[in-house]
């Protein structure tokens, strides 16, 4: 639970700028990524580091490589919301999130000429930025804090938006094929409509117990 200057719970737009104070730690995050992206207990590392709630004797907290191939699987919009899990690692829209930057990585792996190319690396940038501000909001298991997962699911969103774009801008430089494009497209959607849809649940929610944003 954040330290208000007041009892009641903040609302999103409060959240937002207080967030806007803390962007190095997505910049943290996205730096624990890259260093153990290929660990094993890479999960409970970050989480550690990040100083996020963790427990390390959760065996699904280390993934599996099945796991990470299981991405093309069709993730129903209930499945995104009503995960109800004790980590932010096991929940399905952080797991499609992450298997997004693991599917970019591979993507710049088949092509060299991808790694210094502007709209690629904001593709990637802005991917592993989702993912971070997703880890964020799921990270509060008791929804104790709706305001701040909200404005966290917000930020998340607009990350996804960019790298979207960002997609569209290699299809059209032909830095990518469509066949890349097209798989790549699938997989920035089912993030962002994971996200709305969960923006959404939260928003009922907040409505809920405090009657207006």
């Given amino acids: 639970m954040?330290?208000?200057?007041?009892?009641?719970?903040?609302?999103?737009?409060?959240?937002?700028?207080?967030?806007?104070?803390?962007?190095?730690?997505?910049?943290?995050?996205?730096?624990?990524?890259?260093?153990?992206?290929?660990d094993p207990r890479r999960d409970e590392i970050v989480a550690r580091?990040?100083?996020?709630?963790?427990?390390?004797?959760?065996?699904?907290?280390e993934w599996q490589d099945e796991e990470v191939e299981s991405e093309e699987e069709d993730l129903?919009?209930?499945?995104?919301?009503?995960?109800?899990?004790?980590?932010?690692?096991?929940?399905?829209l952080y797991r499609a999130s992450f298997n997004l930057t693991i599917w970019i990585d591979r993507l710049f792996d088949t092509n060299g000429a991808l790694q210094n190319d502007p709209a690629a690396v904001k593709l990637a940038t802005h991917a592993a930025v989702a993912a971070a501000k997703l880890a964020a909001a799921l990270s509060d298991e008791e929804a104790e804090e709706l305001g701040m997962t909200i404005a966290y699911l917000k930020r998340s969103l607009k990350a996804i938006t960019v790298a979207m774009d960002a997609?569209?801008?290699?299809?059209?430089?032909?830095?990518?094929?469509?066949?890349?494009?097209?798989?790549?497209?699938?997989?920035?959607?089912?993030?962002?409509?994971?996200?709305?849809?969960?923006?959404?649940?939260?928003?009922?929610?907040?409505?809920?117990?405090?009657?207006?944003?």
């Fill in 2 to 38: 954040a330290e208000h200057d007041s009892d009641r719970a903040w609302n999103e737009y409060e959240w937002e700028r207080f967030l806007q104070q803390q962007d190095q730690k997505t910049e943290k995050y996205m730096e624990l990524l890259e260093k153990y992206i290929d």
């Fill in 76 to 92: 129903a919009p209930a499945d995104l919301i009503n995960d109800c899990t004790e980590t932010f690692e096991q929940h399905v």
């Fill in 167 to 213: 997609a569209a801008q290699l299809l059209a430089e032909k830095s990518i094929t469509r066949g890349q494009h097209g798989a790549l497209q699938q997989r920035l959607f089912q993030v962002r409509d994971g996200i709305i849809l969960l923006m959404g649940e939260f928003r009922g929610e907040w409505l809920r117990r405090y009657g207006s944003l």
């Fill in 49 to 61: 580091e990040m100083g996020w709630c963790h427990s390390k004797d959760d065996p699904a907290s």
